[in-house]
């Protein structure tokens, strides 16, 4: 048989808070370990003869804050495995057991598993202190929050928010740069030293971007950010898209949002999309931010569609979004390697073959080309149809010999023209001919699309090169001739 585990709080350090029950249990302990000294009701024990092992020296012995705790969790056990029947270890902590204390929970994973009898006696926690001092009451809506683990996705801004364990100034700025992702910074939130500790007690306002400034952060630390109905706080939330969105959609929302639907808003989507290209060539952040938002509305707007009869919901989107990313990417969530982007790309296709198995679909039976969208842009489709092919051999040996197939189709196109095809044969000759100029982009490694684009974009700065020389000279591109205007387009070949 072993020693018991008696797990007790110490309170949020007003010694007067002790209760005679926990008292008594540290006095008649066989052992008592405490996990740190640094705690005001210390001096108190110390006056009642509670003798006592601290697992200070484990922080400074262990790199991270889970090798401490796991460490504290093997000596207790090790102690009571090998102690008497009846005896029992004490174990001590600062607060309450059950608020933020990760040994205590693999404490009772452990003792659970081990056999070992385990009792919890709770104490003050510093969330009772931090409601009585910092004035709010949590059934309003109320969260709390690791500030060595926080993210700003766990902020919700119509909750009171207490945040523990900002042991130091430089934990207190990673709450800082969480918090600025959603608040103002010059929102105004509370840093609390010692609360309800006599003497030792701080409770300081300031605006999120001073917080890193404050003095005094240590065990004993905890920032509090009030809840706000503020409008601003919400709009920087996806609950308040998704809620924007339905509302548009809803009775008493807008006219023209609830006539739409899928087939009326699919031109949109590909504009929309065309538009945040756009952006991209022309490296405007700016102005991709706008275009993204603009995207991201014809995502929720066929999603909100398909709520209000109930087959999906954006939420539903994005859930299978996340499955799938996280399946097809073994390499990163996973067991699998990949040492560089082609071992990723080769991952992604077999967990892709992998998924259509699943669903009941022989990828071995499926055409090579399969997975190609209709609806591509014809260039684009193009590349894709042949990037699709060349992985099973059907491709030239080199770029020589796209080339010359180019070569080929040029002529045909050329014979068609002067010997006065049929129209049909001659639009025939000239799609062969792109055909085989987009897979010369696959041998240069480009996209014959952006290619394109910048050809494009080249051509439009070079004729309106030529429209402002013209005006500068009193003229317009309709009233000079076509030797003018090549005249200039020589000189703006070598401008722009």
Same mark, same amino acid.
């Given at each position: ?116 009898e385990l009792s919890i006696l709770g104490g003050e926690s510093f969330l009772d202190e ?153 490296? *405007? %952040? =700016?102005?991709?931010?706008? #275009? !993204? &938002? +603009? @995207? $991201? ?124 095809? *049929? %129209? =049909?044969?001659?639009?025939? #000759? !000239? &799609? +062969? @001919? $792109? ?62």
């Amino acid at each position: 048989m072993s020693a018991s585990i008696t797990i007790v709080g110490l309170g949020s350090g007003n010694p007067d808070r002790l209760t005679m029950g926990i008292v008594k249990t540290l006095q008649q302990a066989s052992e008592v370990f405490i996990r740190t000294k640094e705690h005001p009701v210390m001096s108190v024990l110390d006056e009642l003869k509670v003798a006592m092992q601290s697992f200070d020296h484990i922080y400074e012995a262990r790199d991270s804050f889970p090798e401490v705790y796991a460490s504290i969790a093997d000596t207790l056990l090790e102690k009571a495995a090998s102690g008497d029947h009846g005896s029992v270890i004490v174990y001590a902590v600062p607060g309450h057991p059950m608020v933020a204390e990760s040994t205590v929970q693999i404490l009772r994973e452990r003792c659970l598993h081990d056999g070992i009898e385990l009792s919890i006696l709770g104490g003050e926690s510093f969330l009772d202190e931090a409601f009585i001092r910092l004035g709010f009451d949590p059934i309003e809506g109320f969260q709390l929050l690791d500030a060595s683990g926080l993210n700003p996705s766990f902020l919700q801004p119509q909750l009171h928010t207490v945040i523990g364990q900002v042991y130091d100034s430089f934990t207190a700025s990673d709450v800082k740069l969480a918090l600025m992702e959603l608040y103002p910074d010059d929102y105004t939130v509370v840093v609390g030293h010692a609360l309800g500790v006599d003497g030792q007690e701080q409770i300081i306002k300031v605006p999120v971007y001073e917080l890193d400034r404050v003095e005094g952060y240590g065990n004993l630390s905890l920032i509090y950010v009030p809840r706000s109905d503020a409008e601003m706080l919400r709009q920087r939330t996806f609950a308040r898209l998704h809620e924007i969105v339905g509302v548009l959609r809803s009775p008493e929302g807008c006219p023209w949002d609830r006539e739409q639907t899928h087939e009326s808003l699919r031109k949109n989507l590909i504009e929309e999309t065309y538009e945040v290209i756009e952006t991209i060539d022309e490296d *405007d %952040p =700016e102005h991709m931010q706008e #275009e !993204l &938002g +603009d @995207l $991201l509305l014809q995502v929720m707007l066929h999603s909100q569609m398909e709520e209000e009869v109930g087959t999906f919901n954006v939420f539903d989107v994005i859930q299978g979004l996340n499955d799938k990313l996280i399946f097809r990417h073994p390499h990163v969530f996973g067991q699998n390697k990949a040492e560089d982007a082609e071992d990723a790309l080769q991952n992604w296709e077999q967990m892709k073959a992998e998924e259509k198995r699943r669903k009941g679909i022989q990828p071995e039976q499926a055409s090579v080309l399969d997975g190609i969208p209709r609806d591509l842009p014809a260039l684009m489709k193009a590349y894709k149809l042949q990037k699709k092919a060349s992985k099973v051999g059907f491709d030239w040996d080199q770029i020589n010999d796209v080339l010359l197939k180019i070569e080929e189709e040029l002529a045909e196109l050329r014979e068609a023209v002067e010997k006065g095809f *049929d %129209p =049909e044969e001659q639009v025939a #000759e !000239l &799609g +062969d @001919l $792109l055909f085989a100029a987009s897979n010369a982009a696959r041998f240069l490694h480009t996209d014959p699309e952006e290619a394109l684009s910048r050809t494009n974009r080249k051509f439009i700065r070079r004729f309106h090169f030529i429209e402002d020389k013209l005006r500068s000279e009193g003229k317009t591109v309709e009233e000079s001739t076509l030797e003018e205007m090549d005249e200039i387009w020589q000189q703006a070949k070598n401008q722009v």
